[in-house]
């Protein structure tokens, strides 16, 4: 785990913030429709994305062959899934939504990384994993709300499901990509596909936004999901995933509801429960096994593509 320190504490740092995001996001949901709120937080990162990209690598373009693949990713990891997120919270309870929509991504990212990427998946890898997901159903479970599959939730529920697996087919889709281009490059691309994709959805939504109610938290709720959950925490998540592979990073997301359960009790004074603070301490004890193992898959090379 030595070599790879930085990049596993990039995902652990990562799953935090994108769990604290779900307390912080209340706060700009009370006043934004979901569709405009999802729109600022990816549109308004690419200004900073596209001179990140600049500044650092001296050009933004991909090659034309490319701009397809991209578009594609965009439309199914921004444009697709956040829409999806929006209606399984809709159509099903948050605990529902939680538990299908995080439990089983980084098992499907497992079991079909083999179809994007050479990478081998351990038993080591499989029973940490495991041990995360007990811990995180914990979490889930472990609050005041339980797992409702009373037949009215079933949209929902497939939903959330269906958000598991198609996001991490979408983390996979990228890494053949980040074989040739950066993870800066790739991420900005598929983000300014993605929200070019999102615009159609706000058209009748901008006159819905209570102006009057608009404050310097609201305002800031914003900037968070601008700069620390799109700009650095995608970027950082490709860096690592890079490194590290996409099966073992995926399960570091089991972070996120233990992070998200933290921020609940700090803003919003929600409960913490003893079985929640136990299956926090199984979620790490798993990941901590993921990350001790020796053999580490290799890291995958860049091209000079820079032009």
Known sequence: MASNLYYYLGLIFVSIVWGVNFGVSRWAMEVFPAEVFVFLRFGLALPVLFLMLKWTEGSVRVEKKDLLKLAFIGLIGITALEMMVMYSIKYT?????SLL??????????LFAPLFIREKITARVVTGGFIALAGVTMIILGGKDGFDLSSEYMIGNYIALAISLIGALFNLATMPLMEKYSPLRVTTWFIFFGSLFLVPF?????SMIQWDNLSI??????AYNVLMCTVVAIV?????MKRVG???ANFFRYFVPAA???????????P???????????????LVWIGTERKTPPAIKLSNFTR
Not at 101 to 110: G, L, Q, Y
């Open 93 to 97: 309870t948050l605990a529902n939504a």
């Open 101 to 110: 929509n995080v439990a089983p991504w980084p098992i499907f990212a497992a």
């Open 202 to 206: 706000t058209f009748d939504k901008w």
């Open 217 to 222: 938290i609201t305002w800031g709720a914003v």
């Open 236 to 240: 950082v998540w490709n860096i690592s």
């Open 246 to 248: 996409a099966a073992k």
């Open 260 to 270: 998200a359960t933290v921020a609940g009790a700090l803003f919003f004074k929600e």
């Open 272 to 286: 913490i429960w003893a079985a929640q603070i136990v299956g926090g301490i199984v979620i790490i004890f798993g």
